[in-house]
T-cell receptor, first 112, second 112 residues
Framework: EADIYQTPRYLVIGTGKKITLECSQT?????MYWYQQDPGMELHLIHY???????EKGDLSSESTVSRIRTEHFPLTLESARPSHTSQYLC???????????FGQGTRLTVV | LAKTTQPISMDSYEGQEVNITCSHN???????ITWYQQFPSQGPRFIIQ???TKVTNEVASLFIPADRKSSTLSLPRVSLSDTAVYYC?????????????FGGGTRVLVKP
């Protein structure tokens, strides 16, 4: 069982609000990722991090930002939520020497 | 990263063997082939990884021909619970070495 947690699982929020999606892992993994996925559609990598103080943009442009101040924590922030941000956001991590990445349960965000 | 091509969808029946082929013509010498499974509303889960010939675990088998330009994921005797999207990824053996980019995947529907 993977020790990677995302909160909240579901979030409905009004347009213009600032939100932070939390992602934590207790496996000591250096690499962490954020993906965005609409129902029935592809997983799009939006951010990743190689370790503390490292963040990179992924393949899909996103208005969100991320930070990596601690190894175990990789929060994603939207300064001003819009209906176009409605989607599922998935966090993942992978460790040195491991073949697989582990995914959290996801946060389903709805902006009204 | 080597580009991968998979069928968009496949239908099968309970008890049958399902084979999903992934094409990766530009695979590099050091690249490995990794498969993930994703159920609706969940994050992907690692299934299997291989470099050449055949790899088998408790869930699936992975067949890789000598030229490594394609690979086939084999799911023996599928059940309804195997209905999911299956992703083929090609890259560094260790997930931490990759950007971990997912393509469209193959949507497998297992019917009673």
């Amino acid at each position: 069982e993977a020790d990677i947690y995302q909160t909240p699982r579901y979030l409905v929020i009004g347009t213009g609000k600032k939100i932070t999606l939390e992602c934590s892992q207790t496996m000591g993994h250096d690499k962490m990722y954020w993906y965005q996925q609409d129902p029935g559609m592809e997983l799009h990598l939006i951010h990743y991090s190689y370790g503390v103080n490292s963040t990179e943009k992924g393949d899909l442009s996103s208005e969100s930002t991320v930070s990596r101040i601690r190894t175990e924590h990789f929060p994603l922030t939207l300064e001003s939520a819009r209906p176009s941000h409605t989607s599922q956001y998935l966090c993942a991590s992978s460790g040195a020497g491991r073949a697989e990445a582990f995914f959290g349960q996801g946060t389903r965000l709805t902006v009204v | 990263l080597a580009k991968t091509t998979q069928p968009i969808s496949m239908d099968s029946y309970e008890g049958q063997e399902v084979n999903i082929t992934c094409s990766h013509n530009n695979i590099a010498t050091n690249d490995y082939i990794t498969w993930y499974q994703q159920f609706p509303s969940q994050g992907p889960r690692f299934i299997i990884q291989g470099y050449k010939t055949k790899v088998t675990n408790e869930v699936a088998s992975l067949f890789i021909p000598a030229d490594r330009k394609s690979s086939t994921l084999s799911l023996p005797r599928v059940s309804l619970s195997d209905t999911a999207v299956y992703y083929c990824l090609v890259g560094d053996r260790k997930a931490a070495g990759n950007k971990l980019t997912f393509g469209g995947g193959t949507r497998v529907l297992v019917k009673p």
